[in-house]
């Protein structure tokens, strides 16, 4: 189910622009999209999954007394942090008192433009008492490594619940490096991930169907957005081969490695991943040095 995506304006082009599918929830579409425009490409949006925030679920454990057996929280995500942020409007503030140890808030790449000085404002009013952590590489791998020695500590850990697919392993593997760390890890379903549903491939395929036009990428962001591609194409029958059949030189964009070890272990081969996956600003540079590439007919893959 291929949607719009308001107030973008295309680039105008003498030349055919390449046509990029994306797979991003909502919270991600405008960005993306937007990215892909500035580069001359046409973006076509098919998202695959939503997310949905669950503050209610994360209420709890922001009382003063949840808090204060807690040394850090980690935000995998930046649908986490707007988590959060709706649990804390209801309660006190701030959350923790301004004296105590240093209580850290740790956050992958872009996402930490997040916790700014209101947002930490929220939680103490003693700003030096907290420690923003940005791991040199956006993965929760590397974030669990930078909290470094956890020696018994606890960490909240604002995480998906997945609804309609089955969980990727990044949220446990994530887990299970913070008590390789000695970290204890306390973890919260502070959002959902659901499938949109059988027919988020449809556009996909019917263009495939009555050979309208090239399909010349598809940029993933996630594992769970690459299960949620192909589940929708087996309801038409569908499956990967047939669209590397169909578009032999379609360009498989990964954001990251993370997800792209997620779609090879889902079958989707990926020719790009981007090397800078702090933005998204990565994977389309990326890409588009790749289509560019093939426009001369260069190999690129």
Not at 100 to 123: M, R, V, W
Request: with cysteine; aromatic share 6%; hydrophobic share 40%.
């Amino acid at each position: 189910m291929a949607m719009p995506i308001p107030n973008l304006t295309p680039l105008s082009s003498s030349t055919v622009k390449p046509t990029v599918i994306f797979t991003t929830p909502p919270n991600y579409a405008a960005r993306l999209s937007n990215l892909l425009t500035l580069k001359g490409h046409t973006p076509l949006w098919c998202p695959t999954i939503t997310t949905h925030p669950t503050p209610h679920s994360l209420s709890t454990h922001l009382s003063p007394h949840s808090l204060s057996l807690l040394s850090a929280i980690t935000f995998p995500s930046r649908a986490s942090i707007t988590s959060f942020s709706l649990a804390a409007l209801s309660l006190p503030k701030p959350l923790l008192p301004s004296h105590g140890p240093t209580f850290i808030l740790a956050a992958l790449g872009k996402d930490s433009e997040l916790i700014n000085t209101p947002f930490i404002s929220q939680i103490c009013s003693n700003l030096q008492r907290i420690k923003v952590l940005v791991p040199p590489t956006a993965t929760p791998n590397s974030l669990a490594l930078s909290l470094g020695k956890g020696y018994g500590r606890r960490v909240l850990c604002p995480v998906p619940k997945v609804v309609g697919l089955n969980e990727p392993p990044v949220v446990p593997d994530f887990l299970k490096d913070l008590e390789s760390g000695g970290w204890v890890p306390i973890r919260v379903d502070a959002y959902e991930t659901r499938w949109v549903g059988p027919s988020c491939a449809e556009e996909v395929v019917r263009k495939g169907e009555e050979h309208e036009e090239e399909v010349n990428a598809v940029v993933f962001t996630s594992s769970g957005e690459v299960e949620g591609f192909l589940k929708s194409l087996r309801e038409f029958g569908w499956d990967w081969g047939m669209v590397r059949r169909r578009w032999s030189r379609l360009v498989v964009a990964a954001h990251g490695p993370v997800t792209a070890v997620g779609a090879k272990r889902l079958g989707v081969d990926v020719d790009v991943v981007s090397s800078n996956f702090d933005s998204f600003q990565g994977v389309v540079d990326a890409l588009d040095v790749c289509l560019n590439a093939l426009g001369q007919e260069q190999d690129c893959m």
